[in-house]
Each structure stands twice: as C-alpha cells, then as structure tokens.
C-alpha cells in the first residue's frame, strides 16, 4: 500500500472551492431543465398537434444523444458558427439545461397523466382555467407522485456534471485531474472528491426527504 | 332555465344519446333514471359541456351554451356539478376546496370567501372539518363538501352524477338530506341517481333514459305507479 493522504493537504482549499463552482452550475442547470421541461410536459399533453410533435422529437434527440457530445457540440461548435465565444459555464448551464429538459418532461408527463381524470373535470366544472387548473390544481399532485423519479434526475445530474471537465472548466473532477498531474499521484485526490460528490448527492437526498415529507400532510 | 334541443352524442360510430328534448324549468328538482348504459350520465355531462354534444342544443339561461361564441367557461361558473366520487382537491384542505374557485374565478376578496364557505359548511353539518383535509374524511362527508364546494360558487343550477353510489350504505342518508335541503330551498337540480326514494319524494319530475333515448317523463308518483311505456315498466319491476 502506498497511500499518503499528507501530500494532498496543501490543495484541499483548492478542490473544495471546486464544490461551489460545480454546484453554482448544477443548481442553475436544474432549474432550467426543470422548467423548460415543464414547458416541454405541457406541450406533450396538448392537443394541438405541432407542439407534441416539437416536444416529441426535442426528447428524441436529446435524449437520443450522448451528453457528451451535445456538450461539445454547445462548446465547441457553436462559436464557429455563430462566432460567439461561448463561456465553459453557460456552455455547462445549457447542455445540462437542455439535457435534463428532455428527461424532466417525460417524469412530469407521466404525473399529470397520473392525476386521476376527475380532478380536471371537477376543475373545469368549476369555470378554473387553463392555467389555473395546471398550476394550482393538477401540477402540485404530479409533482408529489413524481418527486422521487426527479430527484433522482438530479442527483443524476449532479455526478454527470463531471463530464465538464473535458471542455477545460475546473470543477470538481476537474480539480482532483490538476492535483493528480501535479503529484504524480491519482488515488488521493480522487478519492477525496469522490467523497466530495456523494457528500452532495446525500444532501440532496435529504433535501428530497423533507420535500417530500412536506407535501405529504395533506395524506 | 334549462333547454335541451335535439340533443344527440356519438362516441365514435357508438350513439349514446339520440335526438333529446326536454326543458327544466327554474327552481325545478328533475330526477335521470335508467339503466346502467343508458346514457344518464353523458345527458348530465353534455349540460354544462363536459361532454360536447355530438348535435343539437344547449340553453341554460337563455344562453346557448352549443354556440362556439359562447364563452363556456364563464358560462359554466352558474353551473355547479357533484360527481360520484367527489374529485376533491385532495391537496388543499377542506375550507381551501370551497375558497378557490370564488377567489380565482370570481374574485371574491379571502375574507368574503372564507364567510361563504363557513356557513356553507355549517349548512351541510361540517363547520369542525374546514381545516381537515379530504383524506381524512368519510365517503359521506366528502359528498357533502364537494356539494358545498359547487354552491360556493353561488350557481344557479346543480347538477348530480350518481351522487350516493360511491358510498356506503349508511351514509347514503347524510348526503340526500342535505340535497334534499337544497331542493326544498329552491334550488334548480337534475339529478342521476339510483336511489328512487328520493327521486319519488323529492323530484317534481323524473325522466327515463334507455339506450340513449328519453322514453318516459313525467311526475313522479304516475311515473312509478302506472308507468306508461313498457320499458319503464320493466325497468321499474327490475329494481323495486
């Protein structure tokens, strides 16, 4: 064995400053995806036909694509084309968004289709609409049903925001590749913000928890 | 009040309603009976819409409700509507379920609303439940909220889906009493129901549907005591 955590304690400010810089993009990636994927659900359960075929073939391709690639694509494709230089973090922000966007639109549309048939009936009965009844009536009992498949989305995202190392932004794993490179040593600083993400990970379960248990008092 | 003109709905090639014409007048308690299948139900639901008629007419309150100018939803607020299983919102407490629609959509002041549905509240016998919320309560309690919840929006009609089949034998009573209140108070209802007590003592009129067609209607104490179709006969034999 030879495993010397003493080397890696002069850069540990360094990789925990990289917490902060990961979930400052996470967060902003989450909301976006959130509700862009909101937008997309409702769209899914319209009946006017061009916006289901938008929204259908928008989770098609983002979800049909890896990550990585769509990444890149935001990264470095993009300002050859339009000759904008795009930034690492709002390249990450919109990929992630973009991404996540896709997969958040089919766990709300399965919620809302969960709502029994009644509840907008009843609604509709009484003269509340659109908007309303989405908003306040049905949305808040899909996304009690649905909670747990979306936290799962973004604790999944949360770890997949590794992949930002690649287009150079010093996140988190990006941090442990630089300690790595500058010790000739992998395992430590590796093993330390692998720890780092569960941390986070845990976080958000808990976070999870509590919403969940807040939403639960009217059972 | 009511004006039903030729009314006939077809899911797909399936006609469930063909060709009905009747007329409920103001302060009138009409009771829908039939068998299961003959459409009742989708009679009730084509008066304010929730199904969309097929052919023919709708006009309650000299208001044609059929007319793509008309604007159904605003229509629909002097339309109150109980359903069979109640569709309370489960997530919003009872006094919330009759704040609601009166803040949102009428846009009564919180105070005013909240005064409305305390002494709607009381009225049905359920003034210590407002802050419950809907899975706390009884099959009977729940019908006698979501009655309340459509009379908070101050309609001018009600309609009734089968309002006690959902629920337990024994508290079938609670809930025809306080429908029963509201007939005697002047209250413009159409009921579907199965409960022909009520539908004897409480309807001025009752109107028998069998496969989608009004094939009997009149008042009821002829109606149930010399029927003048044979199927109604029958029909009455079956179930009494």
């Known amino acids: 064995m030879n495993l010397d955590f003493s080397q890696i304690v002069p850069y540990i400010p360094f990789m925990l400053e990289g917490i902060w810089v990961t979930l400052k993009f996470v967060f902003f990636a989450i909301i976006f995806g959130f509700i862009l994927g909101t937008i997309l659900a409702l769209f899914k359960i319209n009946h006017v036909r061009p916006l289901r075929w938008f929204a259908d ?163 | 009040m009511i004006k039903v003109e030729h009314l006939t709905k077809k899911f797909g090639n399936n006609e469930v309603l063909s060709d009905i014409s009747t007329e409920i007048k103001k302060g009138e308690v009409v009771s829908i009976i039939g068998p299961s299948g003959s459409g009742k139900s989708t009679f009730l639901r084509c008066i304010n819409l929730l199904e969309k008629p097929t052919d023919g007419k709708i ?95 101050e309609p001018e009609l009600m309609l009734f889906d089968e309002p006690t089949s959902a629920l337990d034998p024994e508290m079938v009573k609670e809930v025809l009493d306080v429908m029963k209140d509201l007939a005697h108070s002047g209250m413009t209802m159409a009921v579907v129901t199965h409960e022909m007590g009520f539908a004897r003592e409480v309807a001025d009129r009752v109107l028998f549907l069998d496969h989608g067609v009004l094939v009997e209607e009149g008042e009821p104490t002829s109606f149930f005591d010399a029927p003048k179709t044979e199927r109604a006969a029958s029909f009455l034999e079956k179930i009494l």
């Open chain 1, 57 to 219: 073939a928008y989770t098609s391709i983002f979800r049909g694509t890896p990550l990585i690639l769509q990444l890149m694509i935001i990264y470095f494709a993009v300002p050859q084309l339009t000759g904008y230089d795009i930034t690492p973090f709002l390249s990450a922000i919109l990929a992630f968004g973009l991404n996540s966007s896709a997969y958040v639109s089919e766990i709300i549309r399965a919620g809302i289709n969960a709502v029994d048939r009644g509840q907008t009936e009843a609604a509709i009965a009484l003269g509340i609409p659109y908007r309303q009844r989405m908003t306040d009536i049905i949305l808040p009992q899909a996304m009690k049903n649905i909670l747990p498949a979306l936290m799962n989305e973004f604790i999944t995202l949360t770890k997949e925001s590794a992949l930002v190392s690649t287009i150079g932004y010093l996140d988190l794993m990006r941090r442990a590749q630089v300690v790595g490179a500058d010790l000739y040593r992998n395992f430590e600083p590796l093993l330390f913000v692998g720890v780092l993400y569960w941390l986070m990970v845990m976080g958000l379960t808990i976070i999870g928890r509590l919403l969940e248990r807040r939403m639960s008092v009217s059972d």
């Open chain 2, 59 to 153: 006009v309650v309150n000299n208001q044609e409700l059929t007319d793509p100018k008309t604007n159904i939803m605003k229509a629909r607020e002097q339309i109150g509507m109980v359903f069979q299983h109640f569709h309370l919102f489960p997530h919003l407490s009872v006094l919330d379920n009759l704040t609601y629609a009166p803040m949102k959509v009428r846009k009564e002041s919180k105070l005013a609303a909240q005064e409305k549905a305390m002494d709607l509240l009381a009225k049905v016998g359920l003034s210590d439940k407002a802050d419950a919320y809907p899975s706390s309560l009884s099959g009977g309690q729940k019908q006698r909220v979501a009655i309340a919840r459509a009379l908070a929006m």
